[in-house]
Nanobody, 116 residues
Framework: EVQLVESGGGLVQPGGSLRLSCVASGFTFTTYAMSWVRQAPGKGLERVSA????????YYSESVEGRFTIARDNAKNTVYLQLNKLVPEDTAMYYC?????????WGQGTQVTVSS
């Protein structure tokens, strides 16, 4: 059974930073790309980033390009998302997903709130 546990969210002021983590289990982590998606209230789902199985290729949505960085540690079955220069529009529930496309199943998510 695929299990994904996200953590690291919180309340941060505009311009601040957070690092999200997602620990994966129930599948061979090293053979799958991983991705992050976010869901803001009243907005559609957005795939913000993805990384291939070895960490050699990454994708970023236009809205986060240059501010977010995805990384993974295959020894720890963990994928990270570093969020820098946060703006209120980044407020959302963030989920990690197995695979490049951000499809379910997701974990329980971690809430990121950007507010002064």
């Amino acid at each position: 059974e695929v299990q994904l546990v996200e953590s690291g969210g919180g309340l941060v002021q505009p311009g601040g930073s957070l690092r999200l983590s997602c620990v994966a289990s129930g599948f061979t982590f090293t053979t799958y790309a991983m991705s992050w998606v976010r869901q803001a209230p009243g907005k559609g789902l957005e795939r913000v980033s993805a990384i291939d199985s070895i960490g050699g290729t990454a994708y970023y949505s236009e809205s986060v390009e240059g501010r977010f960085t995805i990384a993974r540690d295959n020894a720890k079955n963990t994928v990270y998302l570093q969020l820098n220069k946060l703006v209120p529009e980044d407020t959302a529930m963030y989920y990690c997903a197995k695979g490049w496309d951000g499809d379910k199943p997701w974990g329980q998510g971690t809430q990121v709130t950007v507010s002064s």
